[in-house]
């Protein structure tokens, strides 16, 4: 530029010493007849110092702002954490660049974008993956199918996911041993496997996620006679970014083999399982409705006598709906006892109060006065369909959710009954919409002598949701498992007989002493944004309050894939110092550095909660 400058100063000044004009010199006549030449032209006036200053200060100008809109342009893209480029800080709203790609969890509660996401489709493939990503320290956070509340695989610096390495490996009929890719659905191996009769001992509520997921955070089904998931592991192989891949069982290293068994994707990448099955059988699933009061007689029997039993507390009633699955009887085969009530008829109630919401809040609404063409008949939506709906409405009303449970505490009296199916089929759960999702697990006696500190958790919550005026949906869901040997797993425990009780939407913990999950769910049914910060804000009051008032006191600790960071610095030193008391985190941190010293498979919810020491 500074050239192009120079060349047109140089022609600018020899156009005012060299006319250029096509007509001959004009000559004067005197009044004598006589011709004069006219006298030469006056000298240019010499150029102005103060015109080429202020014209190459224009020039400098333009070159400035052109080098400020490049860099602005530059650091305003989300590159990678670990990236030799800056992250966005001048436009935060920049466009997003073409190869971004956005990853969210299940519960739409959770989201990243990232370039950096890896699906490699060998085992070749991820060893090479991983070796490059720990020799250039890029980071590649191991994610499954996405399904944890909390988005504990996501990570904006890199990703890894095996939902191309999705392959049964081998099958052992006689030891009932199956041996598969990590990145294979629960869902997608039950069905590769039941032509062999065998099945997976328990499930979680979903189907989707994928095995090396559902180990890794310590899920869970329900029976108090049966741990939890990762306990069906008998064997791994771990590509690890120090070691390699490392084959590990409970013979050849068994103490990291328990700890990598639920090890929150930060030890290694599981490439693959051995898991050990059961004969494939057929369920009976009881429903029935009861009361707190009626459960505290029967909870120990309940508990001892069904190989599957939950308790679903529905908030602001008295009702408990009971769910039992054992299998079908031998001599007596499967139930003939027929429904009391059709379908339609244990809708009508909350149909009945969803027409009668609609027009209450239409006439509220000024802009919703007309029915909506586009909404479905009602009479074509499923209960859960027609409870998101009815919450929609008017979700932090905690008499309008009071209404809505009452409404289903109908549903479920009217919907009592059997049901018979492969364990597969049976062994699931409609969990409705996208969902706030806390989930606790605590100790809980043995299954010989329950502790009942169980119920008594769930009379205080009510109490707690009662007295707070809390929007509580329906249901709390509360179930059991045996222990696991994994240190890391929130139902650990040494005692071969103790049971856990997890609490789903509220609290989650588990061990072998009788733990049940308990937890507390705060439905999104709507895509408001304000709407869903209202409800989220009001999900965390509603769980700050429960774990100040119980979880101390019963000790329960929450699910790994439900647990959410604090953003206070107390509260989360709060929390580090707590997982402390419960989890092996030394021994964790110590593997991780042994394992993956730079990192790569962590992210920001990992080194959060297990902050390693610089000086260790």
Not at 495 to 501: G, K
Request: aromatic share 8%; net charge neutral; proline share 7%.
């Amino acid at each position: 530029m500074l050239r192009s400058l120079l060349l047109r100063r140089s022609s600018n000044a020899r156009s005012l010493r060299t006319p250029t004009s096509p007509f001959p010199p004009l000559r004067t006549l005197c009044t004598s007849g006589q011709t004069l030449t006219p006298p030469p032209p006056p000298p240019p006036p010499p150029i102005s110092s103060s015109a080429s200053e202020k014209e190459f200060r224009k020039y400098a100008g333009y070159a400035a702002l052109a080098l400020f809109s490049g860099a602005a342009t530059y650091f305003s893209f989300p590159f990678p954490e670990n990236a030799k480029h800056k992250k966005a800080q001048i436009f935060r709203y920049a466009p997003l660049p073409e190869d971004l790609h956005t990853v969210s969890n299940w519960s739409g509660t959770h989201e990243v974008q990232t370039r950096n996401f890896n699906q490699p489709e060998t085992l070749a493939d991820l060893e090479a993956l991983v070796k490059e990503a720990h020799e250039k320290k890029n980071r590649i956070r191991p994610v499954g199918s996405g399904l944890s509340p909390n988005g504990i695989g996501l990570s904006r610096s890199g990703m890894v996911n095996l939902a191309l390495m999705d392959k049964v490996l081998e099958v052992d009929k006689e030891k009932k041993r199956v041996r598969v890719q990590a990145g294979i659905r629960v869902q997608q191996l039950v069905d590769a496997i039941q032509e062999y009769g065998l099945t997976l001992q328990n499930f979680a509520s979903i189907r989707e996620q994928q095995i090396g997921g559902i180990i890794q955070v310590g899920a869970h089904g329900t029976g108090a006679r049966l741990p939890p998931i990762d306990e069906q592991v008998i064997g791994m192989k771990l590509v690890t970014p120090a070691k390699g891949t490392i084959q590990l069982s409970k013979d050849k290293d068994p103490e990291l083999f328990h700890l990598a068994r639920c090890g929150l994707g930060g030890l290694g990448v599981v490439a693959e399982v051995i898991l050990q099955c059961v004969e494939r059988q057929e369920l009976v699933e009881h429903t029935y409705v009861s009361t707190l009061e009626e459960i505290k007689k029967n909870h120990k029997k309940l508990l001892s006598t069904n190989k599957h039993v939950k308790y679903l507390y529905i908030p602001y009633t008295d009702t408990v709906v009971v769910v039992t699955c054992n299998p079908v009887s031998k001599w007596s085969g499967a139930p003939k006892d027929k429904p009391k009530y059709t379908t339609d008829e244990a809708l009508k109630h909350v149909r009945d109060l969803y027409r009668e919401s609609i027009v209450k809040y239409r006439v509220q609404d000024s802009s919703k006065k007309t029915p909506d063409s586009r909404e479905p008949d009602i009479n074509e939506l499923s209960f859960t369909e027609l409870r998101d709906k009815l919450i929609a409405l008017d979700p932090l009303n905690d008499v309008h959710v009071g209404k809505v449970n009452q409404a289903e505490a109908e549903f479920w009296k009217k919907s009592e009954g059997y049901r018979v199916g492969w364990s597969d089929e049976i062994l699931g759960f409609d969990c409705g919409g996208q969902q706030w999702v806390s989930e606790t697990c605590f100790p809980a006696g043995t299954l010989a002598k329950p502790s009942m500190k169980d119920l008594e958790y769930i009379e205080q919550l009510k109490e707690l949701i009662e007295k707070e005026a809390i929007p509580a949906p329906s249901p709390i869901e509360q179930r059991w498992t045996g222990r696991s040997k994994s240190p890391m797993s929130p139902a650990f425990s040494t005692a071969e007989d103790d049971i856990f009780s997890w609490i789903l939407a509220i609290d989650q913990s588990c061990s072998s002493i009788d733990f049940f999950p308990v937890g507390i769910i705060m439905y999104l049914p709507t895509a408001d944004p304000r709407q869903r910060k209202d409800i989220t804000d009001e999900f965390f009051h509603y769980r700050h309050l429960t774990q100040a008032k119980l979880w101390d006191q019963y000790s329960a600790y929450e699910h790994w894939a439900k647990i959410e960071i604090p953003k206070d610095k107390e509260e989360l030193e709060a929390l580090q110092e707590r997982l402390r008391k419960r989890f092996p985190v030394d021994a964790y941190n110590k593997a991780r550095r042994e394992l993956d010293p730079n990192r790569i498979l962590s992210n920001n919810m990992v080194e959060k909660l297990f902050p390693v020491s610089k000086t260790a």
